[in-house]
């Protein structure tokens, strides 16, 4: 059907008119990303405000930490990633709902662009802004004493893993700010996922540390998994199969909701 | 005739503090930041840091001890807020529409100002209502209640001085933000709030010491549940009458003069 059309139509004319996912997709990620350097916020919440926390927990933590056994650089650098990602995603909600009341995308679907263009260069954005922010979290992390005590191939699942979970947890915060459109209220959504979900989770203090009734949900929440497979990738000899498996379904499943999401989303949006 | 024309401060200021006070009710964000945000993190910081600080205390001590540094969390967060929503006035035309009626100038400052130490004092309200049930006691004396209770509200206005001075000068919300966040994160975190001043690391003690947040946080404890309280009270409350004269009277001189040429 395609291939007729194309032939009966001619070649050039054809080819300007049908939507590129990628090309288009890349053209509206060196948009964000231009847009991200020119806002103070942004570089602030993508390399300051990761080191920042880092920084504080270690040091405000770092002694009741070590008394409990735990060496707390390594056991945070997991979580202090976790926590990047986090921000990536809330400023990717953020920009979808901007762009959604400002009329870019209104104006974007009156063009021969891609439908799911507008999501996949916003998710490539922040998963080149997260990959900033994992540099600069390795390069503080190492400095107070981070190391990767698994051999190499444990040390690449690291970013991958962490990859994964971006694009999980930024294609459902752009459904989330693609649906609800106002900036204040995603502001308020997007911090009500986050804090629960961070801090009730072994991302900064391991299970045990919370009260009995609380650890089934920490224990088993996508953060907890998420973290719990980062770290068993910084440990020597480490059981890797079980944590990523779990993080790996946890991770497809939020995925598959956020690109739905953002689908759906998109689609009612004009 | 002269009587309606002549401005009347406290009838124009309350007028302008009702305003403030819905305006700071209908922003979602300052509600969530000083009503839930403190609250939120209060839980989730217990559930998570009890056992750690304190392996042989329970999780009603941690709340116990904590609770100051919950308050200031609430008030410091959405300081900046309320002090941008202030700036804004001044670039929007609204101080310059109110300059143009009989009106005491400085009326819809003391009426965001009173709507400020208000919205305080739901945080603190909120709070202590919810650490209650949760381990918080008072067990010093009944003043001393009523001093944890203020305290917070003279600092809460010096943080208000503070955020207005940055306000001011950026040139918009995010901004402000951007800048006094690390701040009253700083503040908290190198504090005594979370964790006792001997399990700090070396460095930071001396700065914990002197850091108005821990100030503030020590001498509400000893407000609450006892100890020597003068040295303490008289500390936090200069701390903050310093905030409130010094940065009051940097921001004042650049309201006045923003507010006199609103165009800039």
Request: aromatic share 8%; with cysteine.
């Given at each position: 059907?395609?291939?007729?059309?194309?032939?009966?139509?001619?070649?050039?004319?054809?080819?300007?008119?049908?939507?590129?996912?990628?090309?288009?997709?890349?053209?509206?990620?060196?948009?964000?990303?231009?847009?991200?350097?020119?806002?103070?916020?942004?570089?602030?919440?993508?390399?300051?405000l990761p080191?920042?926390f880092v920084?504080?927990f270690?040091?405000?933590?770092?002694?009741?930490?070590?008394?409990?056994?735990?060496?707390?650089?390594?056991y945070l650098l997991p979580a202090a990633v976790i926590q990047a990602v986090f921000f990536s995603a809330i400023?990717?909600?953020?920009?979808?709902?901007?762009?959604?009341?400002?009329?870019?995308?209104?104006?974007?679907?009156?063009?021969?662009?891609?439908?799911?263009?507008?999501?996949?260069?916003?998710?490539?954005?922040?998963?080149?802004?997260?990959?900033?922010?994992?540099?600069?979290?390795?390069?503080?992390?190492?400095?107070?004493?981070?190391?990767?005590?698994?051999?190499?191939?444990?040390?690449?699942?690291?970013?991958?893993?962490?990859?994964?979970f971006a694009?999980?947890l930024?294609?459902?915060h752009?459904?989330?700010?693609?649906?609800?459109?106002?900036?204040?209220?995603?502001?308020?959504?997007t911090n009500l996922i986050y804090f629960p979900f961070l801090l009730l989770s072994s991302a900064f203090t391991?299970a045990?540390?919370f009260?009995?009734?609380?650890?089934?949900v920490v224990?088993?929440q996508p953060v907890s998994q998420v973290a719990d497979?980062l770290?068993?990738?910084?440990?020597?000899?480490?059981?890797?199969?079980?944590?990523?498996?779990?993080?790996?379904?946890?991770?497809?499943?939020?995925?598959?909701?956020?690109?739905?999401?953002?689908?759906?989303?998109?689609?009612?949006?004009? | 005739?002269?009587?309606?024309?002549?401005?009347?401060?406290?009838?124009?200021?309350?007028?302008?503090?009702?305003?403030?006070?819905?305006?700071?009710?209908?922003?979602?964000?300052?509600?969530?930041?000083?009503?839930?945000f403190?609250?939120l993190l209060?839980l989730l910081m217990?559930a998570s840091f009890?056992?750690?600080?304190?392996?042989?205390?329970?999780?009603?001590?941690?709340?116990?001890?904590?609770?100051?540094?919950?308050?200031?969390?609430?008030?410091?967060?959405?300081?900046?807020?309320?002090?941008?929503?202030?700036?804004?006035?001044?670039?929007?035309?609204?101080?310059?529409?109110?300059?143009?009626?009989?009106?005491?100038?400085?009326?819809?400052?003391?009426?965001?100002?009173?709507?400020?130490?208000?919205?305080?004092?739901?945080?603190?309200?909120?709070?202590?209502?919810?650490?209650?049930?949760?381990?918080?006691?008072?067990?010093?004396?009944?003043?001393?209640?009523?001093?944890?209770?203020?305290?917070?509200?003279?600092?809460?206005?010096?943080?208000?001085?503070?955020?207005?001075?940055?306000?001011?000068?950026?040139?918009?919300?995010?901004?402000?933000?951007?800048?006094?966040?690390?701040?009253?994160?700083?503040?908290?975190?190198?504090?005594?709030?979370?964790?006792?001043?001997?399990?700090?690391?070396?460095?930071?003690?001396?700065?914990?010491?002197?850091?108005?947040?821990?100030?503030?946080?020590?001498?509400?404890?000893?407000?609450?549940?006892?100890?020597?309280?003068?040295?303490?009270?008289?500390?936090?409350?200069?701390?903050?009458?310093?905030?409130?004269?010094?940065?009051?009277?940097?921001?004042?001189?650049?309201?006045?003069?923003?507010?006199?040429?609103?165009?800039?």
């Amino acid at each position: 059907m395609t291939a007729a059309l194309a032939d009966a139509t001619p070649h050039g004319a054809a080819q300007s008119a049908r939507p590129a996912v990628a090309a288009d997709a890349a053209m509206l990620a060196g948009r964000h990303l231009r847009l991200m350097t020119r806002r103070p916020a942004s570089i602030i919440s993508a390399i300051v405000l990761p080191l920042i926390f880092v920084l504080l927990f270690f040091t405000v933590f770092g002694r009741v930490m070590a008394r409990a056994g735990i060496d707390y650089i390594n056991y945070l650098l997991p979580a202090a990633v976790i926590q990047a990602v986090f921000f990536s995603a809330i400023s990717s909600a953020i920009l979808a709902a901007e762009d959604v009341v400002g009329g870019t995308l209104h104006r974007l679907r009156t063009m021969a662009v891609s439908r799911s263009a507008p999501a996949f260069g916003l998710l490539a954005a922040e998963l080149a802004r997260s990959v900033l922010s994992l540099g600069v979290l390795l390069a503080i992390g190492t400095a107070l004493g981070f190391r990767f005590h698994g051999g190499p191939w444990q040390a690449l699942g690291f970013p991958v893993v962490m990859l994964a979970f971006a694009a999980a947890l930024v294609s459902c915060h752009i459904a989330l700010g693609f649906a609800l459109r106002r900036v204040e209220t995603v502001t308020v959504a997007t911090n009500l996922i986050y804090f629960p979900f961070l801090l009730l989770s072994s991302a900064f203090t391991p299970a045990a540390s919370f009260p009995s009734w609380l650890r089934p949900v920490v224990e088993q929440q996508p953060v907890s998994q998420v973290a719990d497979a980062l770290r068993a990738l910084t440990t020597q000899d480490a059981a890797l199969a079980r944590p990523l498996l779990i993080a790996g379904a946890w991770l497809a499943g939020l995925l598959l909701l956020g690109a739905l999401g953002a689908t759906r989303a998109v689609g009612r949006s004009s | 005739m002269s009587a309606s024309v002549r401005p009347a401060l406290v009838g124009d200021t309350l007028v302008m503090s009702g305003r403030a006070l819905r305006l700071t009710m209908r922003d979602p964000v300052t509600v969530v930041l000083s009503v839930i945000f403190p609250l939120l993190l209060m839980l989730l910081m217990t559930a998570s840091f009890a056992k750690i600080v304190y392996p042989t205390g329970g999780y009603g001590d941690f709340v116990d001890i904590g609770l100051p540094l919950f308050i200031l969390v609430g008030i410091a967060f959405a300081a900046p807020m309320t002090a941008a929503a202030t700036a804004s006035d001044l670039r929007s035309g609204f101080d310059a529409r109110i300059r143009t009626m009989p009106v005491p100038t400085l009326a819809a400052l003391a009426g965001r100002l009173v709507a400020d130490t208000a919205r305080s004092a739901v945080t603190v309200a909120v709070v202590v209502v919810v650490g209650l049930p949760l381990g918080f006691r008072f067990t010093a004396a009944p003043w001393g209640a009523v001093g944890f209770l203020l305290l917070p509200l003279l600092f809460g206005l010096g943080l208000g001085f503070l955020a207005l001075l940055v306000a001011v000068h950026a040139p918009d919300v995010e901004t402000v933000n951007a800048t006094l966040n690390p701040i009253m994160l700083l503040g908290m975190f190198l504090s005594t709030g979370l964790v006792p001043s001997a399990d700090l690391p070396g460095w930071v003690q001396p700065v914990a010491r002197v850091n108005p947040f821990s100030v503030v946080i020590e001498a509400m404890r000893a407000l609450a549940h006892g100890g020597p309280t003068a040295w303490p009270v008289l500390e936090a409350v200069a701390w903050s009458v310093a905030l409130v004269v010094v940065c009051g009277a940097l921001a004042l001189r650049t309201y006045r003069r923003r507010s006199a040429r609103p165009a800039g």
